[in-house]
């Protein structure tokens, strides 16, 4: 009986003390969608794709052409010609290749300088209410497998209204 008692009296204070725990949770990418700069900076990222998309086709069809053309000619071109033609087509077909990697890495790259502020304002958002709501954690359901809504507090609304001072 002693030591039912004894235990008893153990797990009281840290009963009482999982009782003060906070926590939270958000759907991070929700958040991110909702926000004003994130349709402006996703609509520069989707302008700047499609100028690069409408470069490649241009590219592409300058190519298709000249292969086409090099294909209707090449029996009756000269062995030198033939040659040269085809260092060209050559040429141009990694100029092409080149030119793709290169709009590729461009658009990641303005995808992040567009997107990291915003990630970063919405951070500091959800810091400001785990520090002043007292949340030991705030999870992001987008990443999370399991959120127990009777021990952790839906804090969207809140990460909402700090996003909007």
């Known amino acids: 009986m002693k030591k039912i008692l004894l235990i008893a009296l153990m797990c009281a204070p ?3 003390y999982a009782q ?3 926590f939270g949770h958000i759907n991070a990418q929700d958040v991110l969608t909702s ?3 994130y349709s402006i900076a996703n609509g520069e990222i989707e302008a700047k794709a499609k100028e690069y998309q409408q470069e490649m086709q241009e590219m592409q069809a300058e190519f298709q052409r000249k292969a086409e053309d090099y294909d209707k000619t090449k029996d009756t071109m000269p062995q030198t010609k033939q040659e040269e033609t085809e260092q060209e087509l050559q ?3 990694m100029k092409l290749q080149d030119a793709n990697q290169d709009y590729q890495q461009k658009l ?3 995808q992040q ?3 990291q502020p915003l990630y970063t304002k919405l951070m500091n958002a959800i810091t ?3 520090k002043t709501g007292g949340y030991l954690y705030i999870m992001d359901i987008g990443s999370a ?3 127990n809504d009777a021990i952790s507090e839906d804090v969207t609304a809140k990460v909402k209204a700090e996003l909007k001072k």
């Open 113 to 115: 300088e567009k997107q």
């Open 14 to 16: 840290m009963a009482l």
């Open 35 to 37: 926000m004003p700069e």
């Open 91 to 93: 040429d141009l077909y």
């Open 128 to 130: 400001t209410v785990g």
């Open 20 to 22: 003060q725990l906070k």
């Open 145 to 147: 497998l399991y959120v």
């Open 108 to 110: 990641q790259q303005l």
